[in-house]
């Protein structure tokens, strides 16, 4: 690494990679503790000492990687063990002694009396209902009984090979009918055994039916309001349709948990997070427009597509390729549109066109004139819908070009942390500082998140980007996994097929390297993917909990050959897309 590089690293980490003594040490990053209970077999010590200095546990040699990193596989029974780690260098040893209590997990047993063990309904959370909307239960209660919810609705009892042998499963489904009037309640559940006795137990979860006084008609608010499929979620959040404007008109349905469910149109449904969007008064009128007249133009690096409404109105807009064309729906919209005034000063639009898919649902389709998406923002101007098109620069050299390098992480978000103890955060700075000055050779005017340590949240970037617009986005991170040993590997990920090249550029460049393939990986829900305006490729140059890749990362030179291949990359990539 360079001086300053070398000097952040170790004046934030203190780790071992930076410290040359000659005296033993032994510092771990897992476990964190002395003493452990643990439910897995499976573990791993992993951690560092001095980098001439040899390290045992339980008098067995352990490797020593040149940074000082070392880790050791468990392989536990139930009971308690101990372990012993000993780091020695000449006459002088440290030592470090952990105890692990493995204790087998209880194996599920059946309900014995007559009681309900526990209540599962879906969707999960809190629920304000409509008429058709259904609650799935799944129960589990003592064996052959009856079980109903909602007084009268039968759950009925699985047979044990759907179950994985455990009897008193009991799964129903209840559809909210127009007479339901049932305001915020807990859902009684009963079960009934053969000499007539019952128990009943209550959901944890509260349901309510939506009231035809409540408000039913929403506005977005913000600059990152979002609408997402469906409920489900993981540590990338729930799914994305994708980003929209503010001020736009949403139809309520029902809420779970703390997602407002929107009607769409007569067949689409989504969900948006209820600090996303403002009630309105009651009376407020459901979001639909025809269509009014329609410009086509271009001015400087942009064309436009103005197409009038009434009111603002949803939309969502994915990319197409082969030929490569930009798709926006707009829900609620119905043609009313007897022209549309093309100039000849739009450069990247061929032609567009329109199709009423359904009553409520007016399709936009725009055909580009190059193969590559240079990216699209789609914004209201009062009550006029203006898609963004961005023109395919006229001097794809670096030199003509605004590179955003994005340093992943940063502050209190410290990422990923390896056997030596640095944090991915510092390394991302590293990288993205060298990556700045590689591009800045070329001749590109480089645009940073972060130029040192420092916290931004992921929502902050986008923000800072949308209103900077590069040319290209690149998210520089690494990976991480339990495993020391055995997850490795370098990754590029995208999220819109129109943006798919330049990461897979990227990746097969890093391929050169010697790392081991862990793919070139589409849809991703990634917050620096998400934005439509720019071609952005998130790199995870590979796995810092690896051993072996945590010593690769910390060499300098092989940081400048990383580098240097993700600069090829992104030449790659503007050579294809000329």
Known sequence: MNKIAVSLI???????????????FIKLVQPSRKTNAVSWSNSFIIGSTCKTCTVTVNEKSVKVYPTGAFAVELNLRPGDT????????????????????YTLPKPPEPVKDLSIENIETWPEGNLILMTGDKIKFRVKALTNCVVKAMGDTRLYELPVNQTKGMPGIYQGEYIVKATDSFTVMKIPVSVTDSLNSSFTKETKQVFSILSPLASDIAITKGRLAHLEYGLGDDRLGGAKIGYIDSNIVLKI?????????????????????????????????????LTTKWNVYGENQYDYV???????????????????????????ATNNTNWITQLQTAKEIAKVDYQQVEDDLFRITITLKHAQHWGHLIYYYDNTLVIKIKHQPENLSLKNLVIAVDAGHGGTNTGAVGATGI???????????????????????????RTKEQFFDNKERILF???????????????????????????????????????????????????????NTGSFNFMLNSPTEYPNALVETLFLSNLEEETKILDENFQEQMVEKIVLGVKDFLKESK
Do not use: W
């Open 82 to 101: 101990s372990f012993t780690i000993i780091a020695s260098l000449a006459n002088k040893t440290v030592n470090k002694k952990l105890a692990y209590t």
């Open 423 to 449: 944090y991915e955060k510092e390394l991302t700075l590293a990288l993205s500082l060298k990556l700045q000055k590689a591009f800045e050779k070329e001749g590109a005017r480089v645009i940073m998140t």
């Open 465 to 519: 980007y949308r209103d900077s617009l590069p040319d290209l986005l690149l998210s520089i991170h690494l990976n991480s996994s339990e495993d020391p040993f055995r997850a490795s590997g370098t990754s590029t990920y995208y999220r819109y097929i129109g943006f798919k090249n330049l990461s897979l550029d990227i990746y097969k460049r890093m391929l050169e390297l010697g790392l081991k393939e862990y793919g």
């Open 306 to 332: 103005k197409v009038g409404l009434f009111a603002r109105l949803p939309y969502q807009s994915y990319q197409a390729t082969d030929p490569s064309t930009i798709v926006v729906d707009i829900f609620g």
């Open 253 to 289: 349905i029902g809420k779970a948990g703390s997602h407002f469910k929107v009607q769409l149109s007569k067949s689409r449904t989504a969900y948006i997070p209820d600090d996303l969007v403002t009630l309105m008064p009651k009376g407020t009128f459901t979001p639909e427009s």
């Open 10 to 24: 170790c004046l934030v980490a203190n780790n071992a990679f930076c410290q040359n003594t000659d005296k033993p």
